[in-house]
Structures are given as structure tokens and as C-alpha cells.
């Protein structure tokens, strides 16, 4: 008890006492720089009527989604490969080359991924080159398709490893019974190896999904005015039009909404999570 | 061959997350500033360049110096935790852990905004690298506590048992025995925590003082286009070290595996 405590208290006190600070703040309001203590539902009441506020959350819960469904639908069968068709001496090599474009600068990534998007970028030369378009098409960058490409490549290997550990976990017997009692390969696989990886699924699904509602530099970089998100509202508020209570309303209501949704997953999840 | 169709699917997959990080190089050797294709020539400007701009060299350092601070704080809480986790029962055992481990998956944006706050508003003090540090070193830990964990989940409780008996004191054991068994641990989550907090972008973004960090140095450049080869030049380098870095850290976490006789499971994340 006592060896845990010191980790426990630097949790205490750098997240559990600062999100009870924004807690506060946004049932306050900001007056240029003073702050006005009364308790005031007055943000909440702004961030539900604002279209602004409104249209960014939604566009920001849809990206989130679709980013996730994306990132999910993809990685799987990636993890699935590695686990039941690479050698096991070459397993630790594929996991090692999913992870390794992973720790090259975040904010170079995306950049990149605007250069390989852009106008004249690699896409559009290489398929203006191969005579397959006649002008560059533009509806993958500056936009939220060009946020969910990017966001799909950075969580890549989040998605991959969780779904590979439960997969990993699988007693291969029960796949051979499912056959020996006369299963195809096809419902096999829906009714006994998919199941039991959900577990993983599950995970992967929240790594993705609760991140990237805060993700900041991706909209900023790539997603043009449509694709902003609310991350980008909150750093507004609180950097540059000098609002904390309102970027305080704004963070609240942004996590209010992901852990509501990632509650709602799981409850219809929790058969397989037991 | 097994798996026709999925192993097309995977190399095709592995293109996919390679694209940016064969570009990263491609563009920092590029002769022209325009990012575009076809490239021009073979030049090495760039990274010439870079050795002349004093305030990289300044974000530099002041991001060495949080990454270390950060690693060394992340590595002593995490062990404390790992250890409590792995060895002894508690009251409130997983929802403490749990609490620990949030900071995972909370979006970086709520843990920056939240500690701004504070820091600003409540305790109104300026902000340094070292509220750099205290946001890095709280999503640092969980990660570090993820690697020891595993480092002393493997060891035998006999061992510590033996030395106590044998007369050593618990500090004693603690230190003649369990320390150099999990000191693969160690070092390969000091170096993780390292490379995470010198790539972490939003956390600094918010709390840094008048000295950016290097990512933040990074974000200010990227406005300007005939910035830009540098940059790249400079990404090239940054992952060159990551990957050393990170073999070093594979390294010690395989032989740390090896050192308490467990079976391998292929790397961390």
C-alpha cells in the first residue's frame, strides 16, 4: 500500500485535481482576464444552442467513428495474418516492422501524409503519370476523407496489437473441434475465432475511438476549415480567444459524449468480455 | 505459401504504413524546396543547414533535458507501482491501478488543457519545461509500468525469500536481488518513456515556456515552405536515433525476458 502511494498521489494530484479544476471552470464564466466565480450553467447553455459548437462535436463524433470503424475493418486482418499464418520464430519480426513507422515523428507523419495527398503530391503525379486521371483530383485532402487516411495510418499499430494478443490467446483445438464437428472454414471463423478475439477488438476499438476525439494536429494540418475538430475549438478558447471556462465546457461535454458512447460499445459488447 | 490473399493484403497493408517514412528521407536528400514530385537531384544542404540554426539547437537541448527528467521520474514511479501491483494486495488494488493506467487513453488535449489550468489559473505559476515534465511524466508512467510490470511478474518470489532468510534486510534483497533481475526492465522503459516524451507534441504545445521544445520548434516551421527540406533533414535524423533507441531497448527487454526464464511474446507495442 505504502510503495504504491507515491505513483497513486502524482495521479491525484496531476490528473484527478486538474480535471476537477476544469470541472469547475466551465460552470464559471471569464470577464477579459477575471474570473467570475458564480456558478453559472450559462456555458453548457451556449455550447448547446452555438451551431458552431454543435457542428464541430457532431463532425467530431462522426470522424471518430468512421476513423475507428476504418482503422478496426483494416487492422484485422493484419493481426489475424501474423497470428495464425507467419512462423512463430518470424512473428516478433512482423510485429516489429507494424511498429516501427509508428516512431517517426507524429508531426512529420501527418505533414507527410498532406504531401502524399496534396494537389501535385505523390498520389495525384503517380496517377497523372500512369494516364489513369487527366487532372488532379482534390477530394482527399483538406477535408474530413483526408483526416480519417491520416488518423487510420497513426493508430495502425494500436489496432493491430490488441486484436493480436487476444487472437494469440486462442487455443488452436477448439478451431480444429469446430471443423472435426463439421463447420466450415467460413462459419469457423464467425462462430468460434471471432468471438473469441472480440476481447481484442473491444480494446482496440477504445484506443482508437477516445483519443482521437482530442486529436489536434490532424485536423489542423490536413482537414482544412470542414475538417476541423473540437480539439481545435478548445485550443482556440483557451490560447487564443483567452475563454478558459468555455474551452473548460467545451472539454467536458467532449468527454462527457466519448465516455457515454464507449460505455454504450461496450454494455452491447459485454457477452463476449467476460 | 500459406495465406495467399491475406499475405497480398499485408504487404500491401506494410506499404501503406511505410509511404510516410520512405518520403521522410526522399525529400531530405531532394534538391528543391517545393515537396513535390519528380524529385530533383542528390544534395545533402539540408542537413548542412541544420547544423547553423541556433534555435534548433536550443529546442534540442531543452527536449533532451525534459526527456530525461521525464524518464527518470516515469521509470521511479513506475516501478513503485509495478512492484505493488505485481507482489502485494491492497485495498482498492484495481481501481487505484486503474486510475494509474487512465492517462493511456485520455486524449493528450484534456490532459494539457487540465494541467493548464491549473497552473495558470489556480496556482498562477509561469510555465517551463518542468510543466512539460510534470504532463509528460504522467502519461509516461502508464507505459512504463506496462514494461515492469512484466519484468516482475516473471521473477521468482523464492529468490527474495532466500536472501531474507540468508539475512539480508527487505531493503537489502530488494536491491541485491530483485534490482539486477529487472534492470533489462529499467533501461528499456527509460528509453521508451524517453522517445515518447521527445516526440510529444500537444502536452508541450500548451505548457511550454518562452524555450519550445522540439516538436513545438518543429510545428512553427512547418508554416513556412522554404523551411520545410530542413525539416525533413531533421525528421531523417530524429527517426535514425528513435530506431537506435528502440533497439536498445528491444534488446534489453528480450534479455531481461531471457534473465528470468520466461518465454517471448514479440515486443512491446
Known amino acids: 500500500m505504502l510503495l504504491v502511494s507515491p505513483t497513486a498521489v502524482y495521479v491525484l494530484l496531476l490528473l484527478a485535481a486538474p480535471l476537477a479544476?476544469?470541472?469547475?471552470?466551465?460552470?464559471?464564466?471569464?470577464?477579459?482576464?477575471?474570473?467570475?466565480?458564480t456558478l453559472t450553467l450559462n456555458n453548457y447553455r451556449e455550447a448547446f444552442s452555438d451551431p458552431i459548437y454543435r457542428t464541430l462535436m457532431g463532425r467530431s463524433l462522426l470522424i471518430?467513428?468512421?476513423?475507428?470503424?476504418?482503422?478496426v475493418v483494416l487492422a484485422f486482418p493484419i493481426?489475424?495474418?501474423?497470428?495464425?499464418?507467419?512462423?512463430?520464430?518470424?512473428?516478433?519480426?512482423?510485429?516489429?516492422?507494424?511498429?516501427?513507422?509508428?516512431?517517426?515523428?507524429?508531426?512529420?507523419?501527418?505533414?507527410?501524409?498532406?504531401?502524399?495527398?496534396?494537389?501535385?503530391?505523390?498520389?495525384?503525379?503517380?496517377?497523372?503519370?500512369?494516364?489513369?486521371?487527366d487532372e488532379p483530383i482534390t477530394f482527399i485532402l483538406y477535408n474530413a476523407n483526408a483526416v480519417v487516411i491520416t488518423l487510420a495510418h497513426a493508430f495502425a499499430p494500436f489496432t493491430i496489437l490488441p486484436i493480436y494478443v487476444a487472437l494469440e490467446k486462442i487455443d488452436r483445438s477448439l478451431l480444429e473441434a469446430s471443423r472435426d464437428l463439421g463447420e466450415s472454414r467460413m462459419t469457423?471463423?464467425?462462430?468460434?475465432?471471432?468471438?473469441?478475439?472480440?476481447?481484442?477488438?473491444?480494446?482496440a476499438t477504445l484506443i482508437v475511438f477516445i483519443p482521437t476525439i482530442g486529436d489536434y494536429v490532424t485536423p489542423r494540418l490536413v482537414g482544412g476549415p470542414n475538417g476541423l475538430m473540437i480539439a481545435n475549438m478548445i485550443q482556440t478558447q483557451f490560447l487564443k480567444l483567452n475563454n478558459a471556462p468555455m474551452g473548460a465546457t467545451l472539454a467536458v461535454l467532449a468527454m462527457c459524449a466519448v465516455t457515454a458512447i464507449s460505455l454504450i460499445f461496450v454494455f452491447f459488447n459485454r457477452r463476449y468480455l467476460r | 505459401m500459406r495465406g495467399g490473399w491475406l499475405r497480398i493484403y499485408a504487404i500491401t497493408y506494410l506499404v501503406f504504413l511505410y509511404l510516410p517514412v520512405i518520403l521522410l528521407p526522399m525529400f531530405a536528400f531532394n534538391d528543391g524546396t517545393v515537396m513535390a514530385f519528380p524529385l530533383k537531384g542528390f544534395t545533402t544542404q539540408w542537413f548542412v543547414q541544420l547544423a547553423g540554426i541556433e534555435a534548433l539547437h536550443g529546442a534540442l537541448l531543452n527536449s533532451v533535458f525534459i526527456a530525461t527528467i521525464t524518464a527518470t521520474l516515469s521509470?521511479?514511479?513506475?516501478?513503485?507501482?509495478?512492484r505493488a501491483s505485481t507482489r502485494f494486495r491492497f485495498p482498492f488494488k484495481a481501481p487505484i491501478m486503474g486510475a494509474i493506467m487512465v492517462p493511456l487513453v485520455l486524449p493528450e488535449i484534456i490532459v494539457a488543457v487540465s494541467l493548464l489550468v491549473v497552473v495558470v489559473q489556480v496556482l498562477d505559476?509561469?510555465?517551463?519545461?518542468?510543466?512539460?515534465?510534470?504532463?509528460?511524466?504522467?502519461?509516461?508512467?502508464?507505459?512504463?509500468i506496462a514494461i515492469l510490470s512484466s519484468a516482475f511478474q516473471g521473477l521468482d518470489q523464492s529468490f527474495e525469500e532466500a536472501a531474507i532468510d540468508l539475512g539480508e534486510t527487505r531493503w537489502g534483497a530488494f536491491r541485491n536481488i530483485i534490482l539486477p533481475l529487472v534492470a533489462p526492465g529499467i533501461i528499456a522503459s527509460f528509453l521508451i518513456c524517453f522517445t515518447i516524451s521527445l516526440d510529444e507534441f500537444i502536452i508541450a504545445f500548451f505548457l511550454t515556456g518562452a524555450e519550445p521544445t522540439l516538436p513545438v520548434y518543429i510545428w512553427g516551421q512547418l508554416r513556412f515552405p522554404t523551411k520545410i527540406p530542413a525539416v525533413m533533414a531533421l525528421g531523417t535524423l530524429m527517426l535514425l536515433a528513435s530506431l537506435i533507441i528502440l533497439s536498445v531497448a528491444e534488446f534489453y527487454r528480450r534479455r531481461g525476458v531471457a534473465r528470468v526464464g520466461g518465454n517471448d511474446s514479440g515486443g512491446f507495442l
Open chain 2, 125 to 144: 505559476l509561469p510555465l517551463s519545461a518542468w510543466t512539460v515534465i510534470a504532463g509528460h511524466t504522467l502519461i509516461c508512467t502508464p507505459f512504463a
Open chain 1, 64 to 71: 471518430s467513428g468512421v476513423v475507428t470503424l476504418v482503422t
Open chain 2, 75 to 82: 521509470v521511479l514511479l513506475g516501478i513503485c507501482a509495478a
Open chain 1, 79 to 133: 493481426a489475424y495474418f501474423v497470428s495464425f499464418y507467419v512462423e512463430p520464430s518470424r512473428k516478433a519480426l512482423w510485429i516489429f516492422l507494424i511498429t516501427i513507422p509508428f516512431w517517426t515523428s507524429y508531426l512529420l507523419r501527418v505533414f507527410l501524409w498532406k504531401v502524399i495527398l496534396g494537389f501535385n503530391g505523390v498520389i495525384n503525379s503517380g496517377l497523372l503519370s500512369l494516364g489513369l486521371i
Open chain 1, 21 to 37: 479544476a476544469v470541472f469547475a471552470f466551465s460552470f464559471w464564466t471569464q470577464d477579459f482576464l477575471t474570473i467570475d466565480r
Open chain 1, 188 to 203: 469457423t471463423f464467425f462462430r468460434v475465432t471471432l468471438p473469441l478475439a472480440m476481447p481484442g477488438v473491444v480494446a
